[in-house]
């Protein structure tokens, strides 16, 4: 049941930042984004996640649009082990506690 | 973040036995454990809800009797399947929630690859 569209594969730069994009259009007023992301072959790992404010922890942060229609997940300064399938995900922290329903992710290839 | 741990992290069975993966939760209880499939090349799907001290809670298309879910203690969740054939194939995982915090984001365990020979 993913509510969210993103792009299939991304490319950036080791040491340039990388923007993710996210567009969840139907997103309810109780539903936060969730960011996760899955390095090849292991367990998804969780990067952020909001409601209507931007959030910015030590890996990422996170840039929600004032309809909250769509996000943009921000790696500042992308390395090599960024390499990884990001998920961005829409959860109803009430009715849903803990479910994830994954969407297909963004790809993003980081290259020297 | 919290750990969660899978056991095995490989397991390699034969067509018709069943073969039981084991998820636990190192540094919190967790009353709330998810499984989760994932076929090569394609994303996480949900199949079932762990609950402790009472029955699983499976989602549409997941056959209970084929994926048996144990919630016996705060801290583990085990998924046995059943009869496994080469179909049953896949990378399974589990995710967890520290209870006791009000931190609501899950914590993944490493993932199980099972292989139906």
């Known amino acids: 049941d993913a509510k969210t569209t993103q792009p299939t594969s991304m490319d950036c730069a080791e040491g340039r930042a990388a923007n993710l994009p996210c567009n969840h259009s139907?997103?309810?007023?109780?539903?936060?984004v969730y960011w996760y992301r899955q390095i090849h072959s292991q367990g998804p790992q969780y990067i952020i996640h909001?409601?209507?404010n931007n959030e910015t922890n030590e890996m990422a942060s996170l840039i929600i649009t004032e309809d909250r229609k769509s996000s943009t997940l921000i790696l500042p300064h992308a390395t090599l082990r960024d390499t990884a399938v990001y998920y961005c995900?829409?959860?109803?922290?009430?009715?849903?506690?803990?479910?994830?329903?994954f969407g297909s992710g963004t790809k993003l290839n980081v290259k020297p | 973040g919290a750990v969660v741990s899978q056991h095995p992290s490989r397991v390699i069975c034969k067509s018709g036995t069943s073969v039981k993966i084991e998820c636990r939760s190192l540094?919190?209880?967790?009353?709330?454990m998810f499984w989760y499939r994932q076929f090569p090349k394609q994303s996480l799907m949900l199949m079932a809800t762990?609950?402790?001290?009472?029955?699983?809670?499976?989602e549409q298309g997941v056959e209970k009797d084929k994926f048996l879910i144990n919630h016996a203690s705060l801290t583990l969740s085990t998924l046995t399947v059943t009869s496994a054939h080469p179909e049953d194939s896949s990378f399974y995982i589990c995710?967890?929630?520290?209870?006791?915090?009000?931190?609501?984001?899950?914590?993944f365990g490493q993932g199980t690859r099972l292989t139906v020979v």
């Open positions: 995710s967890a929630r520290d209870a006791q915090t009000k931190n609501t984001e899950a914590f």
């Open positions: 139907t997103i309810s007023g109780n539903e936060y």
């Open positions: 909001g409601l209507k």
């Open positions: 995900i829409v959860r109803d922290d009430i009715y849903n506690f803990n479910k994830f329903y």
């Open positions: 540094d919190f209880q967790a009353t709330t």
């Open positions: 762990s609950n402790e001290g009472s029955k699983a809670t499976y």
